[in-house]
């Protein structure tokens, strides 16, 4: 007998020695980012930090948030799930109880320590809302959980990134693998960044009147961007410091879109299409870049998968670890979008879309369909209509100087129910398709596509297909 115990501890010792140890995982959130602002996606923007990272790694060209808005593309970064999916499109709204989180996953069934610092994680529901009444409420059911899941909760303000950092190194148990998020309050208002950018050498979007306002207020933007380059190696020169960056997946993201004319809040391509990059040494070939459709919701299946562990029901996140081993797959067709109140903001006569609008968008590798379900709200961006440049462009509404397709693309009212794109053709989405006959076939398939969709989440809006005795194949 005694003989059989050793040789029984000898294997298990063996085998505890040959196997792969769990992966530490860092995943790092910019606030208010769109691509492409970012120097490896192609725009004049000096992020040397981020752009070598990218060398190091892999570089998605084509990821989108699941919203355009922090709470809810946050929750579908952190479930695997649509916003509509976990109950949570209001910023008040914490992530229920019952609904499961990446790091919470991670630390009950694979051992790990996990932890989040810096900013808001925006996961707890709007403690510190302006009203008074939200705060009190959620404090007095308990809604808010992120303490209760985690090992580490932090949420510092500027200047803090190295000292959370730190701090939640140094309690990680010794063998235990790491999960930690890492919140940064850049390029998100308040622009206040040291001046780097020449807002007259600045390329404008298509979409955008050239106005020197708005010139000024993306140099501002970019500013930012520039400084959160920098903090962004401080957590990287921590994790090399510590001898633990070989066996660490980093991912870069932004959280959405910038809070620019059709950006934040917006289901335009700006407002959803998000810089993202992973560094896994032995894994992700360094300097590969993939064209997959990729969504918020597939960031936590992925990382499970990294982990050894699986994505699971209601899970609607897919696996991109295959994409990541260099596999040539695309394992998603449509990419979905949602938009759903901002905010603290009371609904009332002068509540314009930037506070309240509900949208439901879909796409594919060439079309995007967006469908307006409160198409009489005005536009107005989010977090920027007090800014210069969305001034300047109001100011030369009024004065009848804005360019007709400037006028059509903002202060259309009402805003068409149904917007059609195709973004090969038309990557700034100025030429509404949607109704023109030769792309009936396009836009019905988009909507089955989201109708289907809508089911499977247990969407509250009304269905975008219309019931009739015709066949819904696609």
Not at 68 to 76: E, G
Request: net charge neutral; proline share 9%.
């Amino acid at each position: 007998m005694k003989t059989l115990l050793l040789a029984l501890l000898a294997t298990a010792t063996a085998h505890a020695t040959t196997a792969p140890s769990r992966p530490n995982i860092v995943v790092i959130l910019s606030d208010d980012h769109s691509a492409p602002y970012v120097g490896c996606y192609g725009y004049p923007i000096k992020t040397p930090n981020l752009d070598r990272f990218a060398a190091e790694g892999m570089r998605f060209e084509r990821a989108f948030t699941a919203a355009p808005q922090c709470v809810p593309s946050r929750t579908a970064y952190m479930t695997g799930r649509s916003p509509q999916a976990a109950r949570v499109g209001r910023f008040v709204n914490p992530v229920p109880r019952d609904v499961p989180i990446l790091p919470e996953i991670l630390k009950n069934e694979a051992g790990y320590f996990a932890g989040v610092c810096r900013r808001n994680h925006h996961l707890d529901g709007n403690v510190g809302a302006r009203d008074g009444l939200s705060s009190e409420i959620l404090t007095r059911l308990k809604l808010p959980s992120m303490k209760d899941r985690l090992d580490f909760v932090d949420q510092s303000g500027p200047g803090q990134t190295s000292a959370r950092v730190n701090q939640f190194l140094d309690l990680v148990p010794t063998g235990k693998p790491f999960f930690l998020w890492v919140n940064f309050n850049d390029p998100h208002h308040v622009w206040n960044a040291p001046l780097v950018n020449d807002p007259a050498t600045l390329p404008l979007p298509a979409d955008w009147p050239d106005l020197p306002e708005l010139r000024a207020d993306l140099g501002r933007y970019l500013d930012e961007v520039v400084r959160m380059d920098g903090e962004f190696q401080l957590v990287l020169d921590i994790l090399a410091k510590r001898k633990v960056d070989q066996n660490t997946v980093v991912v870069f993201a932004g959280d959405n879109g910038m809070a620019l004319p059709h950006g934040k809040g917006s289901l335009h391509e700006r407002g959803l299409h998000v810089p993202f990059i992973v560094r896994w040494p032995g894994v992700v070939k360094p300097g590969t870049t993939t064209r997959a459709l990729f969504s918020g919701e597939d960031l936590t299946t992925t990382l499970l998968e990294a982990a050894g562990l699986h994505a699971r029901p209601p899970m609607t996140g897919l696996n991109f670890v295959p994409v990541l081993r260099g596999e040539n797959v695309s394992p998603r067709e449509f990419v979905f979008g949602m938009r759903e109140p901002h905010g603290s903001v009371v609904f009332n006569e002068n509540t314009t879309a930037s506070g309240y609008d509900l949208g439901r968008s879909v796409r594919d590798d060439r079309y995007k369909l967006i469908l307006n379900y409160t198409p009489w709200m005005r536009y107005a961006p989010v977090d920027s209509a007090g800014d210069p440049g969305w001034k300047a462009v109001v100011a030369a509404h009024a004065a009848g100087q804005l360019a007709p397709q400037f006028e059509s693309l903002y202060f259309k009212h009402p805003r068409p129910l149904v917007e059609l794109y195709d973004l090969q053709a038309d990557p700034y989405e100025m030429n509404n398709l949607a109704g023109k006959k030769e792309h009936a076939a396009i836009e019905r398939r988009l909507k089955l596509a989201l109708h289907e969709r809508m089911i499977i989440d247990y969407d509250f809006l009304p269905q975008p297909l219309p019931t009739d005795s015709k066949s819904l194949s696609r």
